[in-house]
Nanobody, 124 residues
Framework: QVQLVESGGGLVQAGGSLKLSCAAT????????MAWFRQAPGKEREFVAT?????????RYADSVKGRCTVSRDNARKTVYLQMNSLKPEDTAVYYC????????????????WGQGTQVTVSS
């Protein structure tokens, strides 16, 4: 079993930055592919970024956040991060951390474990 707890959300003005954290309880955290998704009111949950570490770290981003967000992980701390810069009002959503064994995916239904989410609100 894996438990995930997100933190770091909040209210920020457009153009500002936030860094989200997701702490995991997985015994072999390094073996898990980690992802960030977000869900705005009335919209489906959408992919934001994934990260996997093996022989090297591999990341992938949604086009909507590419160049503005950076996903990273600290396997020793069992934590994954999402640094978000140049935030826009359309980034407003609940941000979720997700985990699945070994292989990344951009599909929410591929992930076994989810955090409770953290609210990010960007004011114009």
């Amino acid at each position: 079993q894996v438990q995930l707890v997100e933190s770091g959300g909040g209210l920020v003005q457009a153009g500002g930055s936030l860094k989200l954290s997701c702490a995991a309880t997985a015994r072999t955290f390094s073996n898990y592919a980690m992802a960030w998704f977000r869900q705005a009111p009335g919209k489906e949950r959408e992919f934001v970024a994934t990260i996997i570490s093996g022989s090297g770290v591999s990341t992938r981003y949604a086009d909507s956040v590419k160049g503005r967000c950076t996903v990273s992980r600290d396997n020793a701390r069992k934590t994954v991060y999402l640094q978000m810069n140049s935030l826009k009002p359309e980034d407003t959503a609940v941000y979720y951390c997700a985990a699945r064994p070994l292989y990344v995916s951009s599909r929410p239904d591929a992930y076994n474990y989810w955090g409770q989410g953290t609210q990010v609100t960007v004011s114009s």
